[in-house]
């Protein structure tokens, strides 16, 4: 750390973050850059001395945390006026006067009456670091953008020249298809116009970072959504290898809203506190339930089949019933939190608001009694100030007190509708059998800790939710290696020798992890040798050379790193 701290609250600022986050380095090295043989550097490192005395004589850095507080009120421009008049040795004693053993220890006891014991960054960077490891396996780039853009841009006439794993630019499928975009193009400079890319570049000066947010991404999504959004609400048929029945599938969204109350000017009108997605998943005959938002991406597309129309029939009854359900589940329950936080919030805020009034109107008193003999004009405006803060006191006080009772559930805004039905293919429900999947997350599980893995296994909603990710990360496996190495493996199990396919989810995760992320697949589960072959980017490897997400067993023989750990 280097630094020129003349002002002690600086001192306390650098010198104490470094003793709360518990560097175990050694050493570590705090310079502090003045000029050799000059008075203030004398007086400095006097200050320096003192403080390592009395960190010695406490045994705790915490002497650090409280310099600021010892020197406040103090003049450094007084101190520093009379180095250069020659008092050196008068202002070193009265800098030095204020750092006793005492006053630090008595600081220290009044904070902590009044704040407690706080916390040291320190051991709360293991959680930290280990919720950020989770967000790796959350994000929506570049896997969800450029799915969107591969699927919705034709759809709007819309082509790509060159690479979307590096860079391009889009062309025109149609004529004025480019219409809709080019105005936002026309934003950036010239070159960046032909230099799109869905990964997060080092410098945006000249290539366009397509992302949720940014202009030219955001044209092309409000586009789709605006043409599409009747097609999604009529509904489509899907296939779901695992169902053994068919379902009705909604996705919803629900907002927590803050109602409006005319009697008070502030809460006159509805403000939205939270929106939230929710899937609602309906079995015929059962009660409707939630169930994660990505599950979409976990179906596939197919013609409707004959057995399917008496549960389509039901659909507008199954709106309802899952209307009900997303307020009741969730809905409901996030406004009854929201509403608690801020009940709970109520006493912290309201003194907030009084110690400003009371700050407003100290500073107004303080005017007028300056202004007492002085300019009249002025004088009428500070007591104008001093009525109308008055009147507004206690309406905002009210305001606030009665804002926590008017949080509730919003309405609930169906997005799509799905009818999924069970696959009637008998090969493609043998690739789905339990048994084969079972077995194969044996092997893959094996074969990792043989080598002293460390394995979560992540492959169901609880197990998921349980290891901090989302229902359905996109992988069965997280693995980490005894050097610290994490994988995100997919596993696949086959029981005989055959293709594999990826669904969506798993597609956009190997699309974001890429070298990270594993595709384990085995072979012959149903026989007594299964083989295990592995393969280590399998977007890049094998599912952008594929053109899709189905993988024939010649392509992973190709790319596979090794069969059986060999």
Aim: net charge neutral; hydrophobic share 40%.
């Amino acid at each position: 750390n280097y630094d020129i701290p003349w002002n002690p609250a600086r001192l306390e600022q650098r010198l104490g973050r470094i003793h709360r986050y518990g560097q175990k380095h050694d050493p570590v090295v705090i310079i502090n850059l003045v000029a050799a043989g000059t008075r203030e550097g004398r007086v400095l490192k006097t200050l320096l001395e003192k403080l390592e005395l009395i960190r010695k004589e406490l045994g705790s850095d915490k002497v650090f945390d409280v310099v600021g507080r010892l020197f406040e009120g103090v003049s450094l421009r007084d101190y520093m006026e009379d180095l250069l008049d020659g008092d050196e040795d008068g202002v070193r004693d009265r800098l030095v006067g204020r750092l006793t053993p005492e006053q630090v220890q008595a600081v220290r006891n009044r904070e902590r009456s009044l704040y407690g014991e706080g916390g040291e960054v320190g051991p709360e960077l293991p959680r930290l670091n280990a919720e950020l490891a989770n967000e790796t396996y959350c994000r929506l780039l570049p896997g969800y953008v450029r799915g969107f853009l591969e699927r919705a841009a034709p759809l709007a006439g819309i082509g790509f020249q060159g690479d979307l794993d590096g860079t391009f630019s889009f062309k025109a499928l149609k004529p004025g298809a480019l219409d809709l975009i080019t105005p936002v193009l026309e934003g950036y400079l010239p070159e960046a116009r032909e230099s799109l890319t869905v990964y997060k570049p080092d410098s945006q000066d000249r290539v366009i970072f397509l992302h949720p947010g940014e202009p030219v991404f955001e044209r092309l999504r409000a586009h789709i959504c605006a043409r599409f959004a009747r097609d999604a609400c009529r509904g489509a048929l899907f296939v779901d290898p695992t169902a053994e029945r068919p379902y009705l599938f909604h996705l919803a969204r629900v907002a927590v809203v803050r109602q409006a109350d005319p009697a008070f000017p502030s809460l006159d009108r509805e403000e939205t506190l939270e929106y939230r997605l929710v899937g609602l998943r309906h079995e015929e005959g059962r009660e409707v339930e939630t169930c994660p938002v990505e599950h979409l991406l976990l179906l596939r597309g197919s013609r409707t089949p004959a057995f399917a129309f008496r549960l389509a029939q039901e659909a507008d009854r199954s709106r309802e019933a899952a209307r009900a359900c997303a307020l009741a589940r969730e809905a409901g329950p996030r406004a009854a939190a929201i509403r608690r936080e801020r009940e709970e919030g109520l006493p912290a805020r309201r003194t907030i608001l009084v110690r400003g009034f009371a700050f407003q109107e100290a500073e107004l008193a303080a005017a007028r009694t300056r202004l007492k003999d002085g300019d009249p004009v002025e004088l009428a405006r500070v007591k104008e100030g001093q009525r109308a803060l008055a009147a507004r006191r206690q309406p905002i006080l009210d305001a606030l007190a009665r804002e926590p009772a008017l949080i509730g559930p919003g309405e609930v805004l169906f997005l799509a509708h799905a009818l999924v039905v069970p696959s009637d293919d008998p090969e493609e429900r043998k690739r789905h059998d339990a048994e084969v999947e079972a077995m194969a997350m044996r092997v893959a599980r094996a074969y990792e800790e043989s080598l002293g893995a460390r394995v979560e296994d992540v492959s169901i909603p609880p197990l998921a939710r349980a290891a901090g990710l989302t229902d359905h990360p996109g992988f069965d496996l997280r693995s980490t290696r005894p050097g610290g190495e994490a994988r995100a493996i997919e596993v696949k199990g086959r029981a005989a020798v055959t293709h594999v396919e990826l669904t969506e989810n798993e597609w956009i995760k190997a699309c974001n992890l890429r070298q990270d992320y594993w595709l384990y697949v085995v072979y012959n589960c149903a026989g007594p040798q299964p083989r295990l072959y592995r393969v280590r980017d399998p977007f890049g490897r094998l599912m952008v050379r594929a053109g899709g997400v189905t993988i024939q067993q010649q392509e992973v023989f190709q790319a596979a790193e090794g069969v059986d750990g060999r």
